[in-house]
């Protein structure tokens, strides 16, 4: 079609520019709209990217090591043990035909190889329990399970080779609201019992708010903002970021929530500044021609924009 003949004439950037560090132990989240690159940024921490998409350049170190750079094999052998995922939607991704117990079992052998049945029986009822589900939840078929503890045990999965990194997309997002609370609550404990560093993505400003120490914020494949939680909220210096804050509904002060009008550009076209350009209340000529680096501001606290 002419769409794909498109496509192939030039790469589309779905990501660019991307920085950002994570430090042990802690929580940062990546907040933007569906389709600004979220996922694309997880999946190729994780190097889960399937062609025709491709990872140009840049890298993904974790304690030093690029995994970029390695080889397929010692990637799959640090896929999951030491870096692994909580998709978007993740639940659907069970098999439907096969009981949770040897999900689990899987994906621990998978990597550790075959251990006896009595010990691989305690460490399923153990990453149970640590997900809060009761242990006679392993006999069970997926369909059995609500969606609250099926993302559990997608949870439950993701711990099981006591990752140091966990990124976890969207993780609650075709949940309710009050079963997202439990899972994240769920998440963080796993987290922190581990010791492990948590990416969290989500599009929810408030949720994120409670949850991460530090975070980052995400407009038409790029990286407009970081800071600490304290910095993002109290002192927004991106306009995007400004009207994503401005965005979030507040039940004391009653105020109706504003959406923020517009789209974001086409990234088969990209304008040549400022993607926020279109949309951003405060643009100036420059905007429209030079595309705004990120760059430290205050201190840890960086934005992308040319006002500053
Ligand atoms: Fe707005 Fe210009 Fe800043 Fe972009 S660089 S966010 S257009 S002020």
Request: hydrophobic share 40%.
């Amino acid at each position: 079609s002419a769409a794909s003949d498109v496509y192939k004439r030039q790469p589309v950037h779905a990501v660019e520019d991307v920085t950002f560090g994570v430090k042990p132990g802690e929580r940062f989240g990546i907040v933007g709209e569906s389709g600004c690159g979220t996922t694309t940024t997880a999946m190729t921490i994780l190097r889960l990217i399937k062609p025709p998409a491709y990872v140009d350049r840049g890298r993904v170190l974790l304690n030093g090591t690029d995994l970029l750079a390695l080889d397929d094999e010692s990637m799959h052998r640090r896929r999951w043990s030491e870096v692994s995922m909580v998709m978007q939607g993740a639940m659907n991704s069970l098999s439907p035909v096969t009981r949770v117990r040897q999900q689990i079992v899987d994906a621990i052998t998978t990597h550790e190889g075959k251990a006896p049945g009595r010990i691989l029986e305690k460490r399923v009822r153990d990453l149970l329990g640590v997900v809060g589900l009761p242990g006679q939840t392993a006999d069970l078929f997926p369909h059995e399970l609500s969606g609250g503890m099926k993302q559990r045990v997608c949870i439950a999965m993701a711990i099981a080779l006591s990752p140091k990194l966990i990124v976890a997309d969207e993780p609650t997002s075709s949940l309710d609201v009050v079963t997202q609370r439990v899972v994240i609550q769920t998440l963080i404990e796993v987290q922190e019992r581990l010791g492990a560093s948590l990416i969290l993505i989500g599009h929810d400003m408030g949720l994120q708010a409670q949850i991460v120490q530090r975070m980052g914020v995400m407009y038409a494949g790029r990286m407009v903002e970081t800071g600490n939680v304290e910095q993002i909220y109290s002192d927004p210096l991106h306009p995007y970021t400004q009207l994503l804050i401005e965005s979030i509904p507040s039940v004391r002060e009653r105020k109706m929530p504003r959406g923020i009008p517009g789209l974001p550009p086409s990234l088969l076209h990209p304008p040549p500044g400022c993607l926020f350009e279109a949309r951003c209340p405060l643009a100036m000529d420059v905007c429209r021609q030079v595309i705004p680096p990120l760059r430290e501001l205050k201190p840890g606290h960086f934005a992308a924009c040319h006002l500053y």
